[in-house]
């Protein structure tokens, strides 16, 4: 939309805001809208400010009051009428909009509402009629609060603190990895071991320390351990009981819909962590995805450092008395007490630093460490494969620090590693394995790139759910079920590891999934599964799958892992009542959720881990005891850990209810997870739906609400077109300004205007004349008649004059003019003479005579003759009238008067004239114009006649000039003859004939040519006589009977 | 103002006041020179101007088949011939093409116009009904028969004296008397010409 005005005076467009045409300068109309109050300038309605004062144009607190909109709003306003939103068909009722919305005042309002509310927080507003949603945990101001001014003051606070709240981009960096969530990308980066343990959900956690988690599982036997398991666990998991009816039915669907949702996953890598990401904690929960041919190197940072991140729970207290047996046989204790550990103390460190110890570890572990690297291959599952387990350093590559360190964790975190004594009998070699161990896990923390590639081949594997199946057997997450072992429901048998072979690490890693497994059921997957699948299960040193066999001569073979018996450090690391169960007392049971939400970073705090996450409060509900057990890996497990406590036999799996505690193990485990899954509706509709205020409910139009359409209350309009209705919202204030309109300029007639405006009147009231067509064939038939008779009368008097009988009189008086003409020519006689023929054919009948005469007379008086003309047909005729005499002829004359004065001043030798207008004379004739004593000219030319008379005669005044002129042109001549300009004269046929008489030559033909004209003349005389009677009479009579 | 025109009104009125000057100081060296010097440009402008006149008949002739464009372009080409063969053979045929075409026709063009003027002076009372025509109409008809009646003998001896006296007072007082004026104004009406001429109001050239 174009703010541009146009002039209306030169169609020139103009600036908004101009005043004044920049072109023409005319008087732009106003077209803004927002007159400045203080200086009245006009200003466009976006500036807030006026443009030339600065005055505020739209103040911050309105003034109109709700309450009485009339009497705020000027008289003369502007209306609106009642806005409602596009669809909605229901009243709007003005008293229902709250105030602050409606005015846009919230300070005002608050203040009035703190006057009838003293019980209202002074500093804060009231947040009790907002859903908790929209209040912060420690912040009592709702996240979303209503602006006390609404003002630009107010947009820009609220654009700071959005750029506060943790951004997309804050929370999926662009770094190496980035495709990854932040959660397991931080999980993975170390210098945050600690918080990313505690940014973890419980869930996960628990994932990562599955075999520990079960081994605390182990110990787990009352129904009172359950509250704990749900400290951190979701809501949803949490309801598992309560829901376990509804999950039922849900639960297909929810398998189905979950393979659907990875198999529907596309196979490039950049996806491949987006729908990872988008899985989210309550869907990422279900989802340790089975991979067979995963490399233990293939396995992520964060996977790998795990085991350090337990080690950041411990505290220095806690490392000691977990390394009190080593440290005494320490060779340099020391460095066990370095300052990095509390923080980041890993177990190879703290093997490393109690090498002494392992003098008093059991000979099977001692046997393990002979072994050295190929221990690892040793693993109860041990691939058929001998010649891949002989290489033990492409083994020793695979494993990973964590995995190794959890493992040993899993057993040294427990008294009877302590108590065997056999620590001390870990030699030098084991130690080195452990440190080439630890190694080869920074180079995973390389491969999280490759994660997502891993992924995919989880997705497929997954879907094979029958190979899963026939794995089950394979599942020897010993320290998993070690909780099924001891309470006797789980019976082991041998693992028929055959399918179990250990893959060539040799191979390329994208060869693996190039031939998926059959299908898995979706529904027998489980943490296990995934973990006998890898290579790193089957990759177990070799000194572990003996530390079962030598678990009979452990010190404690029965060891009880209850709280009693762990450190209480290790207990503290539990859950309070165990995550699985437990009912070892822990940290996390001590720990509110949201103190330990408080520890993350802050990207993952706000991030990861939704309000509904923070704000679910520890459920104390019983949790359903989870049975997580592999019949088949009991027999690999030492059996020391199967005897069965009665106790957990009896209470069955903490993990499992009692009765879907079956010889499925794992796939149990994962059933029961699936079908307990809640309903897998949209993401808006498994959000806990937030608590809408009242005011918010009181707008939402009666149509949605079922409720009677509410009557229109609100102030009646008395003034306007809306007079008389009701709910009319209130006009904006800058809006309602009423626009200062500049006086219309008066209009001003101008005369020309006024002539315009009075020839119109006068047009008007005339009335219509007929138009008169004159009739064209009257006057032309008339005419041709006339003029036919007319020229047949003077053709018949001409023919009359010339052969009728001779109507002259004789004997007629010579004038003087014309004796003085026969005097000049006889004075010129024996000199040359100029004769100047001025005229054309058309003059010829009545001059050519003269002309005749004159030259004989010349001739007769021996004068020589000098011919020239100013025409060019003059010329012509001088050479008929001279053809029979011998004359000089000059020719053309040209330049008029000019010409004839520089012939004149050839006259009496005043110019050599050798060269006359441009033309070269002869000599002759120079001689002659030198001496010339007459000039006769011949004309019927007034101009002609002049000019040789006023510039000849005015150059050469000696000179006589004769003038033999027509009749018409006589008076003309005898004016100059008068005056003695011109000696003598020759008027017309008359005079000629007298001449002829004076000189004695024969005029018989000028007779006859003189008869027929006298008789022309006398009856065009007669005709004019006939026409002025004739057409006299008849004007007159018409004039009369016009004037009746 | 154009270039082109404030060289011509510049020309006009250098030129204009040079033969002023010779005129006034009599040197007609001067004014001879200019005057040859117009002549010059007199003869090529004719030229110029019967060529452009051919030309635009020639074009009207072909283009439009206007035949008296044609009959012009031929009297042009036939009287330049006709030229020629005078100044080759030596003959007189332009002189006989002036005394058999030119003449005749100049005379009867003349001759329609003592026709004309006879329609006109009878038919005047018809168109006007003045005073003024009225008089037109006597004086003409007075000196028409004036001079036919002195010419002729149909006049009594006792009536031409006074008709004579009468004759001659208008030819004498009255007609001289009016071409006197005419010919004062025609005087004055030459000299604001040339005064316009020599300060560049009249531009005469330029139209």
Redesign the interface.
Known sequence: MSNEITCKECGYKNPHSSKFCNNCGAKLPLSTHIICPNCATPNTRDRIFCDTCGTRLVAEHPQLKPEDPIESQPLNKPFSLPARRPGDTGELNPNAVPDWLRTGNIGADKSGQAEEDEDAPAGGRDTSDLPDWLVHDSDPDPIINAPTTISTEFYRDLLERAEDLPQPDDLFPDEAGSNLPDWLSDAADGGNEAEASQGLTDWLSDLADGDEGAATAVADDDDDDEDATSVGLTDWLADLDDDADTADVHAADNAAALNDLLSAQPNEEADSSDWLSELGPPQTDVLPEQQEDLNVEDLPGWMDELGPIQTNLLDPAQLAELTGPLRGTADEAEDFFDDDAGEDVSFTDLFETSRGATESLPDWLEDAAEKGESFLLDLPDESEEPVEAEEPEIISEADSDWFTVEEIVSQTDLDWLADTGNLDKIDDEARHELERLHETADLFDDGLDELQDEVLVEDELLANDESLADDEDDDFDWLSDMAAIQTGELTIDEIPSAEMAVPSLDEPEDEAPEEPEPALESDSWSSDTFLAETAVAEDLPAWLDELGENAETAESPEMDLSSEDLPEWIASMRPSQGIFGSELPGVLSDMDIRDTLEGIPEELAGGELPDWLKDAPPDTRPARPLVDINVDATQKIPDWLQPDPPGAKAAGSPLLPAEDAAPGGSRNEWRFLLENLPPLTPLAESLPKADIPEWIQQLKPPELTGQPPRDLHGPEETVGPLKGMQGVIAIEPAIARPRTASPLLPHVTTPEQLQQAALLHQIARETPTTVTTLSANAPYSTAVWLRIGLAVLLFVAILVGLRGPNLLATNGTVPANVQAVATAVSSAAGQPVLMAIEYTPAMAGELTSQAQMLLAQLAANGSQVVIASQYAAGTAVAETLTADTEAQIIGYLPGEGIGLRQLGECFAGRNTCDQLNGRVLPAELQASLSEIGLVIVVTGDRDNLVNWVEQVGQVAPDVPLVAGVTQALTPLTRSYASTGQIAGLLGGAPEARLYAQLIGQPASGLEAQLNAQVIGQLLAGVLLIIGLVVYGTTGLVNGRRANK | MKLKQSIAIFTAVFFGLL?LVALLFNV?GL??VI??W???L??IALILGVMNLLLVHLTRLFKEQNLYSGVLVLSILGVFAAAVLDGLTGSNS??AL??WV??????A????L??F???A??????RQ?TGWA?LF??T??VM??G????????LPAGLRQPVNQIVEFV??VV??AG??G??IG?ALGTLLLSLRLLMGVERPYNK
């Not at chain 2, 063009?109 to 329609?112: D, F, H, I």
């Open positions: 033969t007609s004014s001879s005057l040859g117009a002549s010059f007199a003869a332009v002189n002036f005394n030119q003449a005749p026709l100049e005379a063009l003349a001759s329609l003592a026709v003027l006879l329609l002076g009878v038919q005047l009372l018809k009904h009225v109409s006597v003409a008809v028409l028969l001079q036919a009646l002195l010419t002729s003998r149909l030819q004498n007609v001289t071409l006197r005419l010919l025609v």
